[in-house]
C-alpha cells in the first residue's frame, strides 16, 4: 500500500513513499525527505482535481482520517514526473487530498518534481 511513514512535519523519521506494481511488488521506494529539500521555496505549479485521488484512496490506499483531520490542505501535494511516459503520480499527500475532499475543495496545490528529481529520490528499484 503506497503510504509515507509519518507526517513528514514531525520530521523524526525518514518518510517514503513505495510505488508498487499490478503484482503488489514494490518496483521503487522514494525518499520523501528529500523530495522535500529539493522542493524547499518552490511555489505551487499546478492544482490537482481532488475526486480522482479520493477514488484512487477508495480503491485501496488507506487513510487515518483522525489523523487527515489535523492536515493543513492548503499545502501543496507532490507529484513525480517520469522520463519514460508523461503521466505524474502523486507521491505525497494523502491525507490532505482527502481533507480537501471532506471540506468540499474541487483542486488541492502541487508541486511537480521533474524527471531528473525524481530519479534523485529513488531509493530502490526492483528488477
Known amino acids: 500500500m503506497p503510504r509515507n511513514n509519518k507526517d513528514f512535519n514531525e520530521g523524526t523519521r525518514k518518510e517514503v513513499y513505495r510505488r508498487i506494481n499490478m503484482g503488489n511488488q514494490i518496483v521503487t521506494t522514494y525518499d520523501i525527505n528529500k523530495a522535500m529539500t529539493l522542493l524547499s521555496g518552490r511555489a505551487p505549479d499546478t492544482q490537482v482535481p481532488v475526486e480522482p485521488l479520493v477514488d484512487a484512496i477508495t480503491w485501496g490506499r488507506s487513510i487515518d482520517e483522525e489523523h487527515a483531520k489535523t492536515v493543513d490542505s492548503s499545502k501543496p501535494v507532490i ?11 502523486l507521491i505525497d499527500g494523502w491525507h490532505r487530498a482527502w481533507k480537501a475532499h471532506t471540506e468540499g475543495k474541487t483542486h488541492i496545490p502541487a508541486i511537480t518534481l521533474t524527471p531528473e528529481e525524481t530519479e534523485s529520490i529513488a531509493t530502490h528499484k526492483a528488477i
Open 79 to 89: 507529484l513525480a514526473s517520469f522520463a519514460d511516459h508523461k503521466g505524474k503520480e
